[in-house]
């Protein structure tokens, strides 16, 4: 085991309106609708509250919004080692295991995006073994900067008394490191560990040939938020390319596009439910 006892209990968000645009949704959706790398997932690095699994939003991991709590801290466990190679794809020839990709982003206190952020991951093989030995399913990465993080790896194995998770390291320049660790919905044992926190959990769903996931994390970083947001208040354009995942704002909303579509006037975001989801 990594280690016995919790750290806080996992408590639910309360439910946000739908109505207004706040700070941290026209700052996702422009850091979204600017992504100018493709990673593992359609559209970009995913934004955690709002990658949509089975048609569901989820409900569990914590927001980044204007002065809202910081990613909770979680025990680090007997198998950390440092000096990682920097590296964001830990997959390995003869490597066995479900394929799986963790991409979002680090914000600070503000929802302000945060470059050059250390996040070094560690976990157990798909056998529920860790590499005390080598560097085996290790590495560390920084934010870019947007501040979004992409890594690329394999669903970890279960062990006597944990459930399913991924350990990591995240350090913005000249702070103090959280270390915490990240969980995967719907797993048996997430009732039984006495370590799991349920704000932890990553959002999940199957693609690419493995599995997808997303988390942002919010750290104590101080920052002003300024006036407000500097994004216009429209995004969205006719006669462009959309992909799903994709966001836009109009008319002071925020939307995730639900499947490929070039668009074109009449087919605004909210007159057509089919192709976007307002946040």
Known sequence: MDGAGRDGAGA??????????????????????????????????????????????????????????????????????????????????????????????????????LSGVLLDFW?????GAYDNTGFRLRGHQ??????????TTIVPGLYPG?????????QAPHRPVLTTQLYFPNEPRN???????????????DGGGGREAAFDFVLDVPQDPGPGPSSPENTWT???????????????RAYVCLQPHTSRPGWEPPAVPALWQAA
């Open 123 to 127: 976990q157990a093989d798909t056998n």
């Open 162 to 170: 944990r459930t399913r998770h991924l350990h990591v390291k995240v």
């Open 142 to 151: 920084f934010t870019d900067s947007r501040g979004s993080f992409a890594l």
């Open 12 to 113: 639910q968000e309360e439910p946000r309106s739908g109505r207004l645009v706040h700070r941290k949704t026209v700052l996702r959706a422009a850091l979204a609708a600017t992504a100018a790398v493709p990673v593992a997932l359609i559209g970009g690095p995913a934004l955690a509250r709002t990658f949509v699994a089975g048609g569901t939003a989820p409900g569990l991991t914590p927001p980044c919004d204007d002065g809202d709590d910081p990613t909770p801290e979680q025990i680090e466990g007997p198998y950390f080692k440092p000096d990682s190679p920097e590296r964001t794809n830990l997959l390995e020839p003869g490597l066995p295991g479900t394929r799986l990709t963790v991409t979002g982003y680090v914000f600070g206190r503000a929802c302000l995006p």
């Open 191 to 205: 009732n039984t560990d006495t370590i799991f926190d349920p704000r932890l959990l990553m959002t999940v769903r």
């Open 238 to 252: 006719p006669g462009t390319a959309y992909r799903a995942g994709d966001w836009v704002t109009y008319a002071a």
